[in-house]
């Protein structure tokens, strides 16, 4: 399929080192395992992003759930797929009640927003660094014990 693919509509794409690769349906396939795994996995406990927003707003207390839905920020790489923040408030507005607001923001820089986050978050006093070794012997819970002061 992917080499039946028409010449003309693939676009070509300079990668950082400067060679230059010719995608076709990756460019929508890629970006669209994130809103629609299950499409591409035929799995059926496969859930996409908004659907796995949407649960953690939910497990967190209900009154804060529409300040949580009016202020999501997304960061990475993905966020610069072609009409990803509009996707993302689309479907997440889909999955609210109406009449809540949903806003999404992706910041200028949105590469390094995690990493600059995660240097924010550890420089609180209330931060408590977690070994490696202590994370091998307790396993990821010990992160819900260690910040949960955050």
């Known amino acids: 399929e992917l080499h039946n693919y028409p010449n003309d509509k693939r676009k070509s794409m300079e990668l950082p080192d400067g060679s230059v690769m010719k995608l076709g349906p990756q460019r929508i396939k890629c970006p669209e395992m994130l809103f629609s795994p299950g499409h591409f996995v035929h799995h059926e406990e496969q859930f996409g992003l908004p ?10 207390g209900l009154d804060t759930h529409k300040e949580l839905l009016r ?19 689309q479907e997440m507005s889909s999955l609210v009640p109406a009449g809540c607001q949903v806003n999404v923001t992706v910041p200028d820089d949105p590469m390094h927003q995690a990493w600059i986050g995660g240097a924010l ?13 202590e994370y091998h012997e307790e396993g990821h819970s010990i992160i819900h014990r260690s910040c949960t002061s955050l």
Not at 121 to 133: G, P, Q, Y
């Open 121 to 133: 978050v550890s420089n609180l006093s209330t931060f408590e660094w977690i070994s490696r070794n």
């Open 51 to 60: 659907q796995l927003l949407h649960r953690t707003v939910r497990e967190c």
């Open 71 to 89: 202020n999501l920020v997304a960061v990475g790489g993905s966020t610069l797929f072609p009409q990803f923040k509009r996707r993302l408030t």
